[in-house]
């Protein structure tokens, strides 16, 4: 229980409103060790907590009365960066004198520079706009007691190796550094070694990776044919909100044309659109104007909707972990939801890794007929 901890009446005050009743495991794990000072790797999905695992120390430590910037978190994409100052906020409802503000690339920076004039204690951004601050001096990191890396892999997939390594050059050396990632590759464990003194490693453990209220299941299908199918699962489940994931942007490109051709509401979500592009795809999808997004793994991240009750893996993710993020996209909150995952000849073999990987059960589907879609269709009039 969040009583239990050393944290103060107004966070467990936010902390109920947010209709949070207990600790998830990474929470239970982190949130002592950051209390105490040392320096924390934690691995864990998205998900799991671990907003508020690093969110709650972060705010019990903030001195309100200081102006000064006092804590800075880095986040691989704009949208995770909203997303956590959001949490953040949520949290630091009843605690007054605590500003929090996302700093991200695409926003007008002049915006950026006022808002940062008037004194803000934790800066959540994005390493290439969060360096150009720092190279203007708008933002000053000699106060700094913590810096967290959050989804520090997919920030080191993303290019931001050099960026966040010259940020941590620049910070005092008596910081807290704090490190969060789903997946430990080597150079994750460089920057840990080189950054961080004796740091505490916490991980969760695999098997809550797996998602209960999720039904999985496969379909085999010829690649001409996946289109076709997947437009009858859309009528057969006819799922109020859906996520469709596809390997390559120009997959994502093809694949809306084609839906919007057949009539659905359908946009799309990758790396190469223009901040405003992404941000209206992300706006018209929480409002429910577009039934269906069509995503690549890495845009994808950030994604946060409560609705969504299908997830269509298009194609087969790379990689195992991929797998469980797309699907954690569906059943949040309680909800139950579904998930619909292709493959092609071979790749019945990898669905067999995940499967055991996952610890879970993903159970082979016929192709409905179009009599099936037809007969539902009456079925839901």
């Not at 200081?66 to 997303?83: D, G, H, S, V, Y």
């Not at 695409?106 to 951004?125: A, E, M, P, T, Y």
């Not at 941000?279 to 946060?304: C, P, S």
Request: proline content about 4%.
């Amino acid at each position: 229980k969040f009583e239990k901890l050393n944290i103060s009446q107004e966070i467990i005050r936010a902390v109920e409103d947010m209709g949070f009743e207990e600790l998830t495991p990474i929470q239970a794990q982190s949130i002592p060790v950051m209390m105490s000072g040392a320096d924390l790797i934690g691995q864990a999905q998205t998900g799991t907590g671990k907003t508020a695992a690093f969110g709650i120390p972060l705010l019990q430590k903030v001195d309100p009365e200081n102006r000064k910037l006092q804590a800075l978190i880095l986040c691989p994409t704009r949208e995770l960066a909203i997303q956590v100052a959001e949490e953040l906020r949520n949290l630091a409802k009843y605690l007054h004198g605590i500003k929090v503000l996302p700093i991200y690339g695409g926003q007008d920076i002049s915006r950026q520079i006022r808002s940062l004039k008037g004194g803000v204690q934790i800066i959540i951004g994005t390493p290439g706009r969060v360096m150009d601050h720092m190279r203007r001096h708008t933002i000053r990191i000699k106060d700094l007691q913590t810096i967290v890396l959050d989804e520090a892999d997919e920030m080191l997939n993303m290019g931001f190796r050099e960026d966040i390594e010259t940020i941590l050059k620049d910070t005092p050396e008596d910081r807290q550094t704090v490190l969060f990632s789903a997946t430990m590759p080597k150079a994750i464990l460089d920057i840990a070694g080189t950054y961080q003194k004796d740091s505490v490693h916490v991980k969760v453990v695999k098997k809550e990776l797996t998602v209960p209220n999720i039904e999985q299941y496969y379909y085999e299908v010829r690649p001409k044919n996946k289109e076709e199918v997947l437009c009858r699962l859309l009528d057969l489940y006819a799922p109020r909100l859906s996520l469709v994931f596809c390997n390559t942007k120009k997959k994502v490109d093809e694949l809306v044309l084609e839906l919007q051709n057949r009539g659905y509401f359908a946009e799309g979500l990758h790396g190469d659109l223009k901040q405003m592009q992404r941000d209206r795809v992300m706006q018209g999808f929480r409002d429910g104007n577009t039934d269906i997004l069509v995503a690549t793994d890495v845009a994808a991240r950030g994604i946060d909707v409560d609705d969504v009750e299908a997830v269509f893996n298009y194609d087969l993710p790379q990689d195992d972990e991929y797998y469980v993020h797309r699907i954690g996209r569906t059943g949040r909150a309680g909800k139950t939801g579904k998930s619909f995952t292709f493959i092609v000849g071979r790749e019945v073999y990898k669905l067999k890794d995940i499967e055991r990987y996952c610890r879970t059960k993903i159970k082979a589907q016929p192709i409905p007929s179009l009599d099936d879609v037809a007969n539902m269709r009456v079925e839901h009039v």
